[in-house]
């Protein structure tokens, strides 16, 4: 997880291999940038940008290991 206060940003996001089969919960992921957005003074977050997947353990054979990652943007007065 990462992000920026300044920007408001928060980024979400796992590693899986080549026999793994990975379960996204869109809610738990809404629910940890939230609770982000909410410690640096924000009021809310919500979905920015969609989500990237990338391979980050490439092989003779193709890619055997990815990294997927989902952006949220933190909304509200931020509260100083």
């Not at 940003?9 to 909410?38: H, S, W």
Request: with cysteine; net charge negative.
């Amino acid at each position: 997880m990462g992000g920026s206060k300044a920007d408001g940003t928060v980024r979400m996001g796992f590693d899986y291999g080549l026999f793994e089969k990975p379960v996204l919960d869109k809610n738990q992921a809404i629910a940890a940038a939230e609770q982000r957005c909410k410690a640096w003074g924000y009021s809310g977050t919500e979905p920015f940008g969609g989500t990237t997947q990338t391979c980050n353990q490439p092989s003779s054979s193709g890619c055997v290991g990815w990294h997927v990652e989902t952006e949220f943007q933190c909304i509200g007065e931020i509260k100083k």
